[in-house]
């Protein structure tokens, strides 16, 4: 059984890995508000990877949620 692998793979581990990290953040030290800046960072990260995939339900996904914590920082 050969299984192609998606190009890209790094940055989706990183943003998989960003966004853990955000998610943390937000758990257990969410008076820091660190956690907009990574989950926007993250998010960022997972809509180039949509992108790059051209995989459209991934890359509006994330846009909006980017469009969400943009908005919550304001």
């Known amino acids: 059984m050969v299984v192609d692998k998606k190009p890209y793979q790094w940055l989706a581990w990183l943003a998989t890995t960003t ?5 943390s953040l937000a758990s257990f ?9 990574a989950f926007i960072i993250a998010n960022g990260l997972w809509i180039a990877v949509g992108f790059l995939w051209r995989e459209n339900s ?3 996904m994330n846009i909006l949620l980017t469009l969400i914590y943009i908005i919550g920082l304001f």
């Open 19 to 23: 966004l853990v990290v955000a998610a």
């Open 29 to 37: 030290v969410p008076e820091l508000y660190f956690h907009h800046w």
């Open 58 to 60: 991934l890359l509006w």
